[in-house]
């Protein structure tokens, strides 16, 4: 595609379900990463993915986060075990490998736990 | 570690300039970002500065950078209502490949 997809864009789930997310990164990017962005806490760094190399966990908040990215493209978010405190919008961005170029961003998932 | 700070709100009104602020506490950043974020859409990058610059400018952009203090700044030339949005700072290091620690954010709103 043109840009970064997530899906869904809106999610409402109950407190201690657990939710898949979404992101398909641009085609060719090899480098992939995941923020939080909630309300009075700006964007949090959760984790990055870049090539076959080890991920860059070391943003995510609990163990019931985790992450993986298949076949070096899309890429999914996992929350185990709900809280009201996960609500949040997810931004998934890509870049191509080199340092210091663009980060394209996916327009969100925003997840409401009730 | 790692902090970006910046204030939350800045209002002016349109066609003056709009001067974003934005602290950072670790110094061996190796770029530093300023992305737009408009109502109901993604992030967008504005402009980045490496670290051993003290001065960009992009059209009616102008970012400076004061490594001393820490300090980087986003000046909006002839402000229009256009550019009311959420302005990010970010900071990226040399051993931690693309990833970004943001500020929390400033909120323009340009008046007409």
């Known amino acids: 595609g043109a840009g970064v997809s997530q899906s869904p864009s809106n999610k409402v789930t109950e407190k201690g379900k657990d939710v898949e997310l979404r992101c398909d990164p641009i085609?060719?990017?090899?480098?992939l990463y995941w923020y939080r962005q909630s309300l009075g806490q700006g964007l949090e760094f959760l984790i990055y993915?870049?090539?076959?190399?080890?991920?860059?966990k070391s943003g995510l908040p609990s163990d019931r986060f985790s992450a993986e990215r298949t076949g070096g493209s899309v890429s999914t978010l996992t929350i185990q075990r709900t809280q009201q405190e996960d609500s949040a919008v997810y931004l998934c961005?890509?870049?191509?490998?080199?340092?210091?170029?663009?980060?394209?961003f996916g327009q969100g998932t925003r997840l409401t736990v009730v | 570690g790692e902090d970006v700070e910046q204030s939350l709100f800045l209002s002016v009104r349109e066609g003056d300039s709009s001067v974003i602020n934005c602290t950072y506490t670790?110094?061996?950043?190796?770029?530093l970002y300023w992305y737009k974020q408009e109502p109901g859409a993604g992030l967008q990058l504005l402009t980045y500065?490496?670290?051993?610059?003290d001065m960009k400018q992009d059209q009616r952009l102008t970012v400076l950078l004061n490594k001393k203090d820490k300090h980087l700044s986003l000046r909006i030339a002839d402000t229009q209502t256009g550019d009311s949005a959420i302005y990010f700072c970010?900071?990226?290091?040399?051993?931690?490949?693309?990833?970004?620690?943001f500020g929390q954010g400033t909120e323009l709103s340009v008046k007409p």
């Open positions: 961005a890509s870049s191509l490998p080199d340092r210091n170029t663009e980060a394209f």
């Open positions: 085609s060719g990017h090899t480098a």
């Open positions: 993915f870049q090539g076959n190399s080890a991920p860059d």
């Open positions: 670790d110094s061996s950043s190796t770029y």
């Open positions: 500065i490496f670290s051993n610059m």
């Open positions: 970010a900071e990226s290091f040399y051993n931690q490949g693309g990833k970004l620690i």
